[in-house]
């Protein structure tokens, strides 16, 4: 089922990871793509990261069609990078119905859950114990 979009009509959805957490918004134009109020090339100065950013866009063909509008907070740059791809992945999904298996089978849809484990009291982390000395 293919959704019908106009021009002023968008799809928001979230993404998240570890602690990181994107919301997005998709409109129809020209492949512009804004975060936190930057280009995607000046909040991401390393391919690596724009490349995770624009996989979604590039499995589904829409990479010059789409306006991509994103704030993000928390977790580190690798972290956003990958809350991003999982909400412009929730987005396409909401845009088009269709797109779901090819985004799900790239791994895509899934979020990350693993986070970091709290500290327990007695111990210097969460699993690290204190040195034994015998002296």
Do not use: C
């Amino acid at each position: 089922m293919t959704k019908t979009t106009s021009e002023n009509q968008s799809v928001r959805a979230v993404g998240r990871r570890k602690t990181s957490a994107a919301r997005v918004r998709l409109t129809l134009g020209n492949g512009d793509i804004i975060i936190n109020g930057k280009k995607l090339n000046d909040y991401f100065g390393n391919s690596f990261w724009t490349d995770k950013v624009l996989a979604p866009l590039q499995e589904v063909g829409k990479l010059k069609d789409m306006d991509v509008s994103v704030k993000v907070v928390g977790g580190g740059i690798n972290s956003q990078a990958e809350a991003i791809r999982h909400g412009i992945s929730r987005a396409l999904v909401k845009w088009n119905e269709e797109w779901k298996s090819v985004l799900k089978a790239q791994g895509y849809m899934t979020r990350d859950s693993r986070i970091k484990e709290r500290k327990k009291f007695g111990l210097h982390r969460a699993r690290r114990a204190h040195q034994w000395r015998k002296r």
